[in-house]
């Protein structure tokens, strides 16, 4: 699985758009993006996933850029609720054990 | 996510005993997971399996073992509980979806081992 890189921590105003970016240069043609979310000790939840388009649903927008080296998940208006670890994870469908490898991720911290 | 329930939430042991968490899950999935999470870390694999009759080893199975007693149940045992199995544990299941990376996780056990 490829190798991806998020910053450690960002800040954003409840009510605005939080934007996370993920770096995954070296993502091959058949591998997904998905994201999921940690919030306090809770079971981490997924998010969205997409393989090249933009994707959308009603938690939240992903954009993959046109060479599949980075990707922004979108959360369009934070509330405090959305404080939580957001994970980029990068992975093949499919695979020996669908083992998800969870980085360090971004604690995104929504300021009211 | 409330249709995977993990019992006890909080359990405090003590080095040597024997302690199983459950996880029961009513989202009709086949294939269920058992992570850890230590402070500060990822989440790393302990054991999964794809059906009642599939257990396979994850990456940290050493002093775990587990049991699929059903679809719905999958439990993991510490034959004898000692200090630096302390961590959260998670379980988890997926079905084939987005080949089984889409994953449904327990609120977690907190377990600490004295």
């Known amino acids: 699985d490829a190798k991806t890189t998020q910053p450690p921590s960002m800040d954003c105003a409840e009510g605005r758009a939080a934007n996370l970016p993920c770096n995954h240069s070296?993502?091959?043609?058949?591998?997904?993006v998905y994201w999921y979310r940690q919030i306090h000790s809770q079971g981490p939840q997924y998010i969205i996933h997409g393989l090249k388009n933009n994707e959308t649903n009603e938690m939240a927008s992903l954009i993959i850029t046109e060479d599949r080296k980075s990707s922004t998940l979108i959360l369009p208006h934070a509330t405090l609720r959305d404080t939580a670890v957001y994970y980029c994870?990068?992975?093949?469908?499919?695979?020996?054990?669908?083992?998800?490898?969870f980085g360090t991720g971004t604690l995104l911290a929504v300021q009211p | 996510d409330a249709d995977v329930t993990q019992t006890p939430r909080n359990r405090i042991t003590k080095t040597g005993k024997r302690i199983m968490l459950e996880c029961s899950q009513t989202?009709?999935?086949?294939?269920m997971y058992w992570y850890r999470q230590d402070p500060g870390l990822g989440l790393r694999l302990i054991y999964y399996s794809f059906d009642v009759k599939d257990i396979n080893k994850g990456e940290i199975s050493d002093g775990y073992s587990v049991s699929r007693q059903a679809q719905a149940k999958f439990s993991l045992s510490l034959e004898s509980a000692i200090p630096n199995q302390t961590a959260l544990y998670f379980c988890a299941t997926s079905d084939n979806r987005a080949g089984g990376n889409i994953q449904y996780f327990g609120a977690g056990t907190r377990l600490s081992v004295l």
């Open positions: 994870i990068v992975r093949t469908y499919g695979g020996a054990t669908n083992k998800l490898i």
């Open positions: 989202k009709g999935h086949d294939r």
């Open positions: 070296t993502i091959s043609g058949n591998e997904y």
